[in-house]
C-alpha cells in the first residue's frame, strides 16, 4: 500500500502530558500538510512543508504545537502540555505541490486523540 | 468567519436517484475547488476538483459545478448507490484546503 500512513491511530493521554504522532507521506510526494478535525466541523489547516522547510502555519498552531519534517520524508507533529481542548482528529495529507489538477492532496487515516 | 458553507447538514436519497450536494464560499480569489468523502474513522478521499476556469467537471457519476458569480458550487451524483453514503465536503484551495463542515449523505435502498 502507498498510501499516506499515521502512527498511532489513537492515542489517549492525561492533560499535560506531551504526545507526538508520526505521518509517512505517498514517497513521490514533496508537500506534506497537517489537520486537525473536531466533531462536526470540517478538517482546519494547521501547517504545511515543501520538502523539509516549513512554508504555513495557522494561528490554531499554538506555541505548544511543532511540526517538523528533517528530511524531507515523514513528519511529526508534537503537542506539549496536552489540554482537553486539543482531543481531536489529527490528519495528514501529501501531494505535488500546488497549483490545480494532479497536485490533489491526499489523506492519511488520521490520528484520534483523546485528553483525559 | 466562515468562508465555506454546506447549509444542508445532511440529505436522505433513494438509491438510483440524484443527490446534490451544494456549498456556498466567500472569497473570490478561490481557484480551485475539491471534494471530498469521509467515512467514519477514516481520513477523507479525494472525490473530484474543478478549476475557476471551468463550470462544470464530470468523473462517471459524480459531476461537479461551478458558478462563480453566485459563489456556489454544486456535486451531483447520479445514480446514488448505498455505498455513497458519507459525509461530503467542498474544499476550495490549493495550498491550504478551506473545508466546509460537510454534508452528511444517506443514501437508502
Known amino acids: 500500500d502507498t498510501g499516506v500512513s499515521q502512527d498511532p491511530r489513537h492515542k489517549i493521554t492525561k492533560r499535560g502530558q506531551n504526545v507526538t504522532f508520526r505521518c509517512d507521506p505517498i514517497?513521490?510526494?514533496?508537500?506534506l500538510y497537517w489537520y486537525r478535525q473536531t466533531l462536526g466541523q470540517g478538517p482546519e489547516f494547521l501547517t504545511y512543508?515543501?520538502?523539509?522547510?516549513?512554508?504555513?502555519k495557522s494561528r490554531l498552531l499554538s506555541d505548544r504545537f511543532s511540526a517538523e519534517r528533517p528530511k524531507g520524508s515523514f513528519s511529526t507533529l508534537e503537542i506539549q502540555r496536552t489540554e482537553q481542548g486539543d482531543s481531536a482528529m489529527y490528519l495528514c495529507?501529501?501531494?505535488?505541490?500546488?497549483?490545480?489538477?494532479?497536485?490533489?492532496?491526499?489523506f492519511g487515516p488520521g490520528t484520534r486523540l483523546t485528553v483525559l | 468567519d466562515q468562508q465555506v458553507k454546506q447549509n444542508s447538514p445532511s440529505l436522505s436519497v433513494q438509491e438510483g436517484r440524484i443527490s446534490i450536494l451544494n456549498c456556498d464560499y466567500t472569497?473570490?480569489?478561490?481557484?480551485?475547488f475539491l471534494w471530498y468523502k469521509k467515512y467514519p474513522a477514516e481520513g477523507p478521499t479525494f472525490l473530484i476538483s474543478?478549476?475557476?476556469?471551468?463550470d462544470k467537471n464530470e468523473d462517471g457519476r459524480f459531476t461537479v459545478f461551478l458558478n462563480k458569480s453566485a459563489k456556489h458550487l454544486s456535486l451531483h451524483i447520479v445514480p446514488s448507490q448505498p455505498g455513497d453514503s458519507a459525509v461530503y465536503f467542498c474544499?476550495?484551495?490549493?495550498?491550504?484546503?478551506?473545508f466546509g463542515t460537510g454534508t452528511r449523505l444517506q443514501v437508502f435502498p
Open positions: 495529507a501529501s501531494s505535488f505541490p500546488a497549483g490545480g489538477p494532479g497536485s490533489e492532496q491526499f
Open positions: 514517497s513521490e510526494h514533496n508537500r
Open positions: 512543508f515543501q520538502n523539509e522547510a516549513q512554508l504555513e
Open positions: 472569497n473570490s480569489m478561490f481557484d480551485y
Open positions: 474543478i478549476s475557476s476556469i471551468k
Open positions: 474544499a476550495p484551495g490549493t495550498d491550504k484546503l478551506i
